[in-house]
């Protein structure tokens, strides 16, 4: 089965263009700005461990090592097309023009993280697994509905394919023929649990027969195989040729979260010669010098900008006062159930130092 789903490279990891038919859309272009935007999104994920080791924000997920995939896909998009990330794909989601502040404030606690600026269509995190891939059909389906061209992606892990939403969503999707692609990064572990210990396929992408729709395999460190493969697959569902799977093949260097030590689980030396080896923006850098196209004096530039930017937004996420925790109950729904209010009360009472097990007395 692995055979009938080969992984597609534009870019080999030396930087070398892999195939005569490439070659016109390899540009110089093209590859600065996936170079710019990669080198941005990886600040911003070094300055969110930083942060979260200092107590300055709560809990982090880095994505550091997928940036091709969170790059390439989000530069598929159109303006008004829908994004529904995980936790992990705040690369990708400030890429497509989320504000770095916000999605700081997220991290932060603060309920003003889940709000994409005016006239973007990027989702809160999907933080239950799998949850964002039925509610992206939702709005794929609409969309087509309303008779727009408007398309959806969301994203998601290997293991979030052995959730039921998963399944659910890819059958939705297929049945209506939702404009909608489900980009799956595929970086091997579900926190602790390789791929091998939650699945017999030895690829994601060949569920997408279950459901009839194409799936297809990219190497995920490759910004233009995922950048033009994406942009075919956002072009199918615009046209109502319906859903695509995508399975990126990547890999998380560090911590499934700043909670996380990988080290207990897997061999963290593999992480650094993957930095060697596969690196998606050494990748990028190795193209625009086998190419000629390499120029010091603007890399440093994009470096300077990029710490610049992020240092803003960390500074504005500060200037705001920590988060509320009423704000876990008061956002949940527009009107609030009992449960969620006897919750809240015994929330705050609990802190109060009245335990739980005596509230009825008080
Ligand atoms: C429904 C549900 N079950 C369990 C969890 C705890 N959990 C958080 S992340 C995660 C692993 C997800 O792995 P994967 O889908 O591969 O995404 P990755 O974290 O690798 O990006 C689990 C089990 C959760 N958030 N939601
Ligand atoms: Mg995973």
């Given at each position: 089965m692995e055979n009938q789903f080969p992984i597609t490279k534009w870019v080999d990891e030396n930087g070398n263009i892999t195939g005569?038919?490439?070659?016109?859309?390899?540009?110089?272009?093209?590859?600065?700005?996936?170079?710019?935007?990669?080198?941005?999104?990886?600040?911003?994920?070094?300055?969110?461990?930083?942060?979260?080791?200092?107590?300055?924000?709560?809990?982090?997920?880095?994505?550091?090592?997928?940036?091709?995939?969170?790059?390439?896909?989000?530069?598929?998009?159109?303006?008004?097309?829908?994004?529904?990330?995980?936790?992990?794909?705040?690369?990708?989601?400030?890429?497509?023009?989320?504000?770095?502040?916000?999605?700081?404030?997220?991290?932060?606690?603060?309920?003003?993280?889940?709000?994409?600026?005016?006239?973007?269509?990027?989702?809160?995190?999907?933080?239950?697994?799998?949850?964002?891939?039925?509610?992206?059909?939702?709005?794929?389906?609409?969309?087509?509905?309303?008779?727009?061209?408007?398309?959806?992606?969301?994203?998601?892990?290997d293991g979030a394919t052995s959730e039921g939403d998963f399944h659910e969503g890819l059958n939705m999707a297929s049945v209506f023929e939702a404009p909608v692609v489900f980009f799956n990064q595929n970086n091997r572990y579900a926190i602790s649990v390789p791929m091998e210990k939650q699945m017999k396929t030895k690829t994601i992408a060949q569920k997408a027969l279950a459901y009839d729709i194409p799936g297809i395999r990219i190497d995920g460190n490759d910004v233009f195989a995922v950048y033009f493969e994406t942009l075919k697959a956002m072009d199918r569902a615009r046209a109502g040729e319906g859903p695509t799977l995508i399975e990126a093949v990547t890999w998380r260097y560090g911590a499934h979260t700043t909670a996380?030590?990988?080290?207990?689980?897997?061999?963290?030396?593999?992480?650094?010669?993957?930095?060697?080896?596969?690196?998606?923006?050494?990748?990028?850098?190795?193209?625009?010098?086998n190419n000629g196209w390499f120029d010091e004096a603007w890399a440093e530039r994009m470096q300077k900008q990029a710490a610049e930017e992020v240092d803003?937004?960390?500074?504005?996420?500060?200037?705001?006062?920590?988060?509320?925790?009423?704000?876990?109950?008061?956002?949940?729904?527009?009107?609030?159930?009992?449960?969620l209010q006897q919750q809240k009360q015994e929330y705050f009472q609990a802190k109060k130092g009245v335990p739980v097990w005596n509230q009825q007395q008080q």
């Open positions: 005569e038919d490439y070659k016109e859309m390899v540009t110089e272009e093209l590859a600065r700005t996936f170079y710019q935007h990669m080198i941005r999104i990886r600040t911003f994920d070094k300055k969110g461990i930083s942060l979260q080791r200092q107590g300055r924000i709560g809990t982090y997920a880095p994505y550091e090592g997928q940036e091709a995939s969170q790059v390439g896909s989000a530069l598929a998009l159109e303006t008004e097309d829908w994004m529904f990330p995980s936790y992990r794909d705040h690369g990708a989601a400030m890429t497509f023009g989320h504000s770095l502040r916000n999605i700081l404030l997220f991290w932060n606690g603060r309920n003003e993280g889940c709000i994409p600026p005016e006239g973007k269509n990027i989702s809160p995190p999907g933080i239950p697994i799998a949850t964002q891939l039925p509610h992206a059909v939702g709005a794929a389906f609409a969309e087509k509905r309303k008779g727009t061209k408007n398309a959806a992606i969301v994203y998601f892990g996380d030590d990988p080290t207990k689980y897997r061999d963290q030396m593999e992480s650094e010669r993957k930095r060697e080896e596969t690196d998606p923006v050494l990748r990028v850098e190795r193209l625009l010098k803003a937004a960390v500074a504005e996420m500060e200037s705001f006062p920590p988060a509320d925790p009423a704000d876990i109950f008061d956002h949940v729904f527009a009107e609030p159930t009992w449960q």
